[in-house]
Nanobody
Framework: QVQLVESGGGLVQAGGSLRLSCVAS????????MAWYRQAPGKGREFVAD????????AYEEAVKERFTISRDIAKNTVYLQMNSLKPEDTAVYFC????????????WGQGTQVTVSS
C-alpha cells in the first residue's frame, strides 16, 4: 500500500497559479503511475492528469492541457501539479492517486487539497 499526502491548495484569483504536491510513502517501489483528479461541489471526481512514474509519459484532460503541468521527482517520491491561468471552474478538491505495477486501476488515494479560484 502507498500512502499519499497532498499539499499546496489554497485561494487564488482567476489568472493566478498554484503548485500542488503529493508525497508518496510506503510501497513506493510498486508505483507504475501517479495521477491527479479533482471533484467540484456537486460533481463527480474527474481525471486531470497522470504521469508514468519511470518513463515520465504524461496525459491531460483536455480542459487543462494548455495550463497545467504534471511532473515528478522520483528521489523525493513526489508528484507535482503546476496550475497556471487558473479559472473559477478549476475550483475543486484535488486528489492524487497511485497505480501499482501490474494493476489496471488506481489503488491508493490521498485525502485531497482544496483549490478555490475567485473571479
Amino acid at each position: 500500500q502507498v500512502q499519499l499526502v497532498e499539499s499546496g491548495g489554497g485561494l487564488v484569483q482567476a489568472g493566478g497559479s498554484l503548485r500542488l504536491s503529493c508525497v508518496a510513502s510506503g510501497r513506493t517501489q510498486s508505483i507504475y503511475a501517479m495521477a491527479w483528479y479533482r471533484q467540484a461541489p456537486g460533481k463527480g471526481r474527474e481525471f486531470v492528469a497522470d504521469i508514468r512514474w519511470t518513463a515520465g509519459d504524461t496525459a491531460y484532460e483536455e480542459a487543462v492541457k494548455e495550463r497545467f503541468t504534471i511532473s515528478r521527482d522520483i528521489a523525493k517520491n513526489t508528484v507535482y501539479l503546476q496550475m497556471n491561468s487558473l479559472k473559477p471552474e478549476d475550483t475543486a478538491v484535488y486528489f492524487c492517486a497511485s497505480k501499482p505495477v501490474g494493476q489496471a486501476r488506481l489503488s491508493d488515494w490521498g485525502q485531497g487539497t482544496q483549490v478555490t479560484v475567485s473571479s
